[in-house]
């Protein structure tokens, strides 16, 4: 009889052994299982994706301006402003005023978000020279010993600005002797600012 009882209380045991083993397991951060879960992967922010920005320009001291930076391997709009005395003084104080934008390093929100620029931080930009077009502007480099994507982000973010423009085009030449030449910002240049940024068909008279 006590030997039937015995044999009775077996499986009962092994069932609490196992379950308290189980338990430890749990508790002890032991893994349960050896078959890898895929989770997804990690949250990240999706880039050149920038927050509304509160504020802006103020009326009668600055004045709003966009600048094309690079981002994801194109060219991608960002906001700036520009004092009103640079933007009402002429071509050149607003060319040199755009392009003291683009050769700052972005913030770090939106380096954050994959901005860059490829704009040397020593570029300026001068008037024209005699015997050049009116409307002509003068890098310190040649425009194109720039990289294509330092050009394409100057030509497009003087293409923003009808006082920088003539015929659709921007008038860029440099320190040489070579004549300025007309550069256009098309949607291929800003998808593909790798490729060096369609010249236009200038007057040059």
């Known amino acids: 009889m006590m030997r039937s009882e015995h044999r009775g209380r077996r499986p009962l045991a092994a069932v609490a052994g196992a379950v308290l083993c189980a338990v430890l397991a749990a508790g002890c951060g032991i893994r349960t299982t050896s078959v890898p879960v895929d989770a997804g992967p990690a949250p990240s922010r999706v880039p050149c994706d920038m927050p509304a920005q509160?504020?802006?320009?103020?009326?009668?001291?600055?004045?709003?301006?966009?600048?094309?930076?690079?981002?994801?391997?194109q060219l991608v709009t960002v906001d700036r402003t520009v004092t009103a005395q640079e933007a009402e003084s002429g071509r050149l104080a607003l060319a040199a005023a755009l392009l003291d934008e683009l050769r700052e390093e972005p913030p770090a929100p939106e380096r954050q978000a994959g901005f860059a620029t490829d704009v040397p931080s020593a570029l300026r930009v001068g008037g024209p020279r005699a015997g050049d077009p009116k409307d002509a502007l003068r890098l310190s480099e040649q425009p194109e010993d720039l990289t294509p994507e330092a050009l394409a982000q100057i030509v497009c973010t003087y293409t923003e600005s009808e006082q920088l423009v003539q015929d659709g085009t921007v008038l860029l030449g440099g320190p040489g002797s070579y004549a300025p030449r007309g550069y256009l910002c098309t949607a291929e240049t800003k998808a593909r600012p790798k490729a060096v940024p369609t010249l236009g068909a200038v007057r040059l008279s």
Do not use: H, R
Request: hydrophobic share 35%; net charge negative.
């Open 54 to 73: 509160d504020g802006g320009a103020q009326p009668g001291q600055s004045v709003a301006a966009e600048i094309y930076l690079v981002c994801n391997s």
